[in-house]
C-alpha cells in the first residue's frame, strides 16, 4: 500500500495517521482453537523456518504461522531479496518459477482460460542511511515516498542490514534534561532532528559494512494481542502469505494462473510498472494488498465502514483508478457461493499496485483484508479475514461465481 497523503512530520495529522480500525465482529468467520503466541520456530539461526504447509486442519492456525514466518523477514524496499528468496523455496515444484530483471518474482500454474495475474508487493517500510557521522550515528531518511510514518519510528528498534549481518539500532532524538530551552518548546521534530544509535563508533560501523546505501527497517515484538496478529509489514505480507498459500491449493485452475511478488510499490509500484516490459501480458489481475480498518474510536464508520473480523474487502476505487464492477460482483457471488465474507471499501488517500495492471490493460480488482495502523511497527491483522482471502481466490480461481 502507498500512501499519498502529504503530511508535515509530526503534525496532529500525521500522529492519527496510523488509526485505522475498532474491534471487529467473529460472527462471519468460522471459530478455530487460537494458535500459540510463541514466534515461529527457525531452520536455522536469525532465519524463519518454512512453514508446514499440513496444517490443514486448522486453516487459519496455518495462515497465522505462515503470516509470522513472512512479517519477520526482513524486506526493505530496493532489498527485498530475503522474502523473495523464501518464496521462491516455497513456490519450486508447484510450476514455471521465473524472476524478471527488476526482482519481480512470477509462479506459472497453466490452465485452459484467460490469463490472470494475481500480484502482491514484498516489500515494507524501511529507513536508508544518508551518512555517518563522526561518532558512529546514522543519519537516516525513509525509503520510500512515506513521510507521514515519521512519528512510529522515533524510539523504534530497528534491524539494521549491515553487510556483516543484522545489527540492532534504535531511532533517538535528544531527550529529557539533555533539552536546550529551545528545543523544549519545539512543537514537531524533523528527520534532520533523528538519528540512529548503533552503540558503535564510526570505524566500527565501516567494518561491520554500514554505510551510505545501508536500509534498516522496524524490528519490533511479534504478539498475538487477543484474537489479532501485531507487529510489522503486515503491509504487505498478508499480500504474499495469501499467494503461498494460494500456490498451495490450486491443482487444476479453470484459468492460465501467473502468481507475482512485485518489488518497490512503496516508492512508486516500479515493480507493477515493469510488468509489460518483461513480455507478459495478462487479461485479469488481482491485486492483493491490505486495506484500511475503519474500526477505532478515531476513525468515523461513516469514511471506513470496514471491520476486522468480517472479511476481504474488495476495493471499488482508491487514489488512481476505479476497480473493475464486474470482477467485484463475480468475486461477491463466489463468496456467497462459499458462505465466506467480504467487505466493500472505497479508499481516497491509498494507492496500490493496481493502477498499473490497469494502466497495461487488464481487467483489475483490488482485494484487500484490512489492518488497523497501517504503516507503523504495529500493524494489527485479524488471520482468519487473510485466510478468507486465500479461500476466496481459490475458489473463484477453480470453480468460478455459480
Known amino acids: 500500500m502507498t500512501d499519498f497523503r502529504e503530511r508535515e512530520p509530526g503534525s496532529p495529522d500525521a500522529l492519527r495517521a496510523g488509526a485505522e480500525g475498532r474491534s471487529g465482529a467473529d460472527a462471519a468467520h468460522r ?3 487460537r494458535p500459540s503466541p510463541r514466534p515461529a ?5 536469525g532465519k524463519p523456518a518454512a512453514t508446514d504447509p499440513t496444517n490443514a486442519g486448522d486453516p487459519a492456525a496455518a495462515m ?3 503470516l509470522r514466518t513472512l512479517s519477520l523477514l526482513p524486506g526493505p524496499t530496493g532489498q527485498e531479496d530475503e522474502v523473495l528468496a523464501w518464496v521462491r523455496r516455497e513456490w519450486e515444484g508447484r510450476g514455471e518459477v521465473t524472476q524478471s530483471p527488476v526482482g519481480n518474482l512470477y509462479l506459472h500454474i497453466p490452465g485452459p482460460g484467460p490469463r490472470v495475474l494475481l500480484a502482491a508487493h514484498a516489500d515494507e517500510l524501511s529507513l ?5 557521522t563522526a561518532d558512529g550515528f546514522l543519519r537516516v531518511l525513509p525509503g520510500e515516498r512515506d513521510t507521514f510514518a515519521f512519528p512510529y519510528f522515533l524510539g523504534a528498534p530497528l534491524k539494521v542490514l549491515a553487510d556483516s549481518g543484522p545489527l540492532p539500532g534504535v531511532v533517538a532524538t535528544t531527550t529529557g534534561h539533555a533539552l536546550t530551552p529551545e528545543q523544549r518548546e519545539r512543537t514537531k521534530l524533523g528527520w534532520d532532528d ?3 544509535d548503533v552503540g558503535l563508533t564510526a570505524e566500527e560501523c565501516a567494518e561491520r559494512g554500514i554505510r551510505v546505501g545501508t536500509r534498516m527497517v522496524w524490528d519490533p515484538q511479534l504478539r498475538r494481542v487477543g484474537r489479532l496478529l501485531v507487529g510489522k509489514a503486515m503491509d504487505n505480507r498478508l499480500g504474499c502469505a495469501v499467494l503461498v498459500d494460494l500456490a498451495r491449493r490450486l491443482s487444476k485452475p479453470r484459468f492460465d494462473v501467473t502468481l507475482a511478488l512485485t518489488v518497490q510499490e512503496e516508492i512508486g509500484m516500479v515493480g507493477a510498472s515493469s510488468l509489460a516490459r518483461d513480455g507478459r501480458s495478462f487479461d485479469v489481475g488481482f491485486v492483493i494488498d491490505n486495506g484500511l480498518a475503519g474500526d477505532i474510536p478515531t476513525v468515523s464508520e461513516a469514511h471506513v465502514p470496514v471491520k476486522l473480523g468480517a472479511g476481504p474487502a474488495l476495493v471499488h476505487r482508491d487514489s488512481s483508478v476505479h476497480y473493475s464492477r464486474r470482477l467485484i460482483a463475480e468475486l461477491r457471488a463466489t463468496a456467497a457461493r462459499h458462505a465466506i465474507p467480504v467487505q466493500d471499501l472505497v479508499l481516497f488517500h491509498y494507492s496500490s499496485d493496481g493502477a498499473h495492471l490497469a494502466r497495461q490493460g ?3 480488482l483490488l482485494i484487500a483484508p484490512p489492518i488497523r495502523y497501517s504503516h507503523s511497527p504495529f500493524e494489527a491483522v485479524d488471520v482468519r479475514d487473510v485466510e ?11 470453480a468460478g461465481p455459480a
Request: no cysteine; proline share 12%.
Open 64 to 66: 497465522e504461522e505462515l
Open 194 to 196: 533523528l538519528f540512529v
Open 362 to 364: 487488464m481487467e483489475t
Open 388 to 398: 478468507a482471502t486465500a479461500r476466496l481466490l481459490e475458489a473463484y480461481l477453480s
Open 128 to 132: 536508508i542511511v544518508r551518512s555517518v
Open 31 to 33: 471459530p478455530g482453537p
Open 41 to 45: 520456530p527457525s531452520d536455522a539461526p
